[in-house]
């Protein structure tokens, strides 16, 4: 075989190898991809029914109910408009409360209840680092409580 020949077939052999690399890529991307809806979305049937997706909203006041002798809660999660039933088996995490955040993974079930396989309780909006927090304080007490640009480069 002649040199230039040898050249094109690996070059071609590259291409190829790339191309599959490509494709592996793309595939698991796409398979692990979970897109997010809400409970209006939920109900209008606008989710996929064959993948797992994500819906969040509310945990409805008063929903939450634990079956006796196991792991699993029943809760509704609502986004003020609509409101679809939930069950979840496992540990619910701490910051885990009716009227506050939630976004449950998993798929819709044949019952019309969204079966979870993980929950994630939304921690609230105005939780600001302790940092943060000091400098807006000692900003709004006022110029005079900050420390200058001298003393802050001692320390």
Do not use: C
């Not at 969040?56 to 408009?81: I, K, M, N, Q, Y």
């Amino acid at each position: 075989m002649k040199a230039r020949y040898r050249r094109f077939a690996w070059i071609g052999l590259g291409l190829a190898a790339v191309g599959i690399a490509v494709a592996l890529v793309l595939s698991a991307f796409r398979s692990n991809l979970v897109f997010f809806f809400t409970p209006s979305q939920v109900v209008a049937h606008e989710v996929p029914q064959s993948r797992p997706f994500r819906v969040g909203g509310l945990v409805e006041a008063g929903s939450l109910r634990r079956d006796p002798g196991s792991l699993t809660v029943h809760f509704l999660v609502t986004d003020t408009a609509k409101t679809i039933p939930v069950t979840y088996t496992g540990l619910l995490p701490d910051l885990f409360k009716e009227g506050k955040g939630v976004v449950a993974q998993g798929r819709m079930g044949p019952d019309g209840a969204f079966h979870a396989t993980e929950v994630l309780a939304k921690h609230d909006e105005n939780y600001m680092p302790p940092e943060a927090k000091s400098a807006i304080e000692q900003a709004q007490r006022g110029p005079e409580s900050m420390p200058s640009l001298h003393e802050a480069q001692a320390r």
